[in-house]
């Protein structure tokens, strides 16, 4: 992977033909052409290893010496590599590694460590050269519900200009989705970004400032060619800047709790308040943030014209309840039971396709064992099996988010008491059909409109669908006249009575 990020860099930044990439970095010009389509190398067999694990014994003996080194002079005391060539020499019978004992020596200084007074020293850095990213968290009501959330803050470290939007779970999607939508935000890419140590780009903290970095983050960086670089851990105040942000914003514009009907609402509120929070000055700048941005923004990194592919792909197979099962979910789909369909997972929605075409999508749920439903994908079973519809867990799970009005259980009685329960259901199946054509709204103020009139029919419902005659008749279904629309059932008591004097008529040859 960091092979292909050179390969990237020389191409876009240095020698930039294949032929020049090639002979300077020593590789193959195919490497180079599959490096330049696509930043992921091929996949390969990984060979797996074990982490050494130290045992009791040995641990114990790395404790006490670093016990009785607080006794010695500092310049005098064990260094991790000296741990380890005592062991070594003194316990020949364990095999353990330099690195092993390494890990162990800095573990126990972790555990102990004592605070110390710093002097921090003020930085100053250049337009479009560095910005700090990290989470925080932060409360809101989302429909009703007060919700945690994970927001991540990009913030320019030369102008203060900060990009904060929030996410269900901290998850790697949802850290790479930031990023790209602030790069959007900001109109360009930063030379450097500063991030802690978190799990979605860091594997694990080597010597020094080297890190093994997740593959999907390196695949990321080589995209928008930017460098990384992480603070040590638990130094929060080498990134300063972003971490004083994420207060300030917070008891700014997170202050009192805000209030949206979804979550893609409270993220519109986000970007908002981050353009409008460049007016201010920032203590001891004579200019404005976004002053300061203006300069700084011709001097950013141009984007890459193809997006960055975010999504994890994943093939699934239709269980028996038309459900496709993703990352502990269950989410419903309109495809039959065992078809294979194709499942692509970003940061907030899940989307089903079936050969090319998309079939299905719902909002991500980030909690476990879960059943997201949508009832348009049972509509076709339930005509089959009219009698399951009442007490389905889809429509259960439409009426808690408020989508089943009071008015459609009312016409739907009305049709029962019409047609039969069967029958009736039926009807009430065929109606809600009509969503995707003329929208939810639509069917619904029909439905409405039907009741005010009296009339209990779907024929009702479908002609005030109908363009040409909703002018026509609107008027009438306002003033509660049903005579327009509503027929009486025949009365078939007449020809009991023909039968009856027929039967009694006697048949002569």
Known sequence: MELFEKIRREYEDGAGTIQGVARKLGVHRRMVREAIRNAIPAQRKKIEREPTRLVGEVVLFIHSVL??????????R???QRVYERVRDEMPQQAVSARSVRRAVQEWKQQRQQARAEIYIRQEYEPGREAQVDWYEAYAEIAGERRKLQVL????RYSGAAFHRAYERAT?????DAQARAFEMFGGVFE????????SAVKQILRGKRREETTRFIAFRSHYLFQAEFCTPAKGNEKGGVEQENGRFRRRWW????????LDDLNEYLLESCIRDRQRRI????ETIDEAFAREQARLKRRPTEEFDLSDCLRCKVDDQACVRVKHNRYSTPLRPGADAEVRVDASPVEVRWKGELVARHVRCYQVQQEILQLDHYLGVLERKPGAMAHSKALSQYRNAGLWPESFDCFWRKLIERHGASGGTREMISLLRKAPVHGSKAVQSAVEKALQCGSG????VLHLLTPSMHAEHSAIAITGSGDHFERPLPTLNIYDTVLSTTSSVEVRP
């Open 67 to 76: 016990e009785q080194d607080q006794q010695a002079p500092p310049k005098q």
């Open 78 to 80: 064990h260094t991790a």
């Open 153 to 156: 803050c990009v913030r320019s």
């Open 172 to 176: 790697q999607l949802a850290f790479l």
């Open 192 to 199: 450097s970004l500063r991030y802690d140590n978190l799990k």
């Open 255 to 262: 202050t009192p709790l805000p209030s949206f009907a979804t």
């Open 283 to 286: 203590d001891g700048r004579a």
């Open 457 to 460: 029919d779907s024929a009702t």
